[in-house]
């Protein structure tokens, strides 16, 4: 799990640097840099679906999975209970700032396969690309929201550690259409947190993420079917 370590690492190292830097960033630097996130996220979002969207082989699942996924976590009001967990240990938006960075760290094609490969063939390459990217991240976003950023590297921590031990206990049950489609899903509602960053739309991301459940369940029936 070194790949997994050196992610979490490097969040937490990120996040207090910007938290610092936030002292000296005069208000309309923080809301550049709050644009600059928000462009970043639609970008990456965009970004993951293009690249797997070829690559599917059940064309409409993600919007299946998108409805249901959406419909469920209304139901459940995840974004409310989030938000109420969030201002219980903070202050300000941070809320918000978490469930993008919850996002943006953990629904992406690296931080998905990177505990795969690390797991299955040893290969830790994609972890520690995805360790780059979220070091600049968490930096920026650290520096808009401040420290409360560093609680994001425990879900990390626990997210990828969790794909790494069920890769290692399942091994073929992970199988490429199941992470082609987590990919294009991921993407979608990284687009979602970036227009809800940049006011555009609030999408309530944090409801719609029993969508990534979908491609999993389908994934794993057609393959026991078939």
Request: aromatic residues 10%; hydrophobic residues 50%; proline residues 3%.
């Amino acid at each position: 799990m070194l790949g997994t370590i050196v992610n979490t690492a490097t969040i937490l190292a990120g996040s207090t640097i910007g938290s610092v830097f936030k002292k000296g960033i005069k208000e309309k630097h923080q809301a550049a840099l709050f644009t600059a996130m928000g462009m970043a996220a639609t970008g990456l979002g965009i970004n993951s679906v293009v690249q797997n969207m070829p690559k599917s082989n059940f064309p409409v699942l993600f919007i299946v999975s998108l409805a249901l996924g959406g419909l469920l976590g209304s139901i459940l009001n995840l974004e409310e209970k989030f938000q109420k967990l969030a201002d219980h240990f903070s202050v300000g938006q941070l809320s918000k700032g978490l469930s993008t960075g919850i996002l943006l760290f953990c629904i992406g094609t690296l931080s998905i396969l990177g505990p795969i490969q690390s797991a299955l063939y040893g290969d830790n390459t994609y972890l520690f690309t995805n360790a780059t990217l979220d070091f600049v991240t968490s930096m920026v976003l650290a520096s808009t929201y401040g420290i409360g950023m560093a609680l994001t590297a425990i879900v990390l921590f626990c997210w990828q550690g969790s794909i790494y031990l069920l890769a290692l206990a399942l091994g073929s049950f992970m199988t490429p259409d199941m992470m082609t489609e987590l990919s294009i899903v991921g993407g979608f509602l990284i687009f979602g947190s970036g227009l809800s960053i940049l006011g555009i739309k609030d999408c309530k991301t944090m409801n719609m993420l029993p969508a990534l459940l979908i491609p999993v369940l389908f994934c794993a029936f057609t393959g026991y079917v078939l």
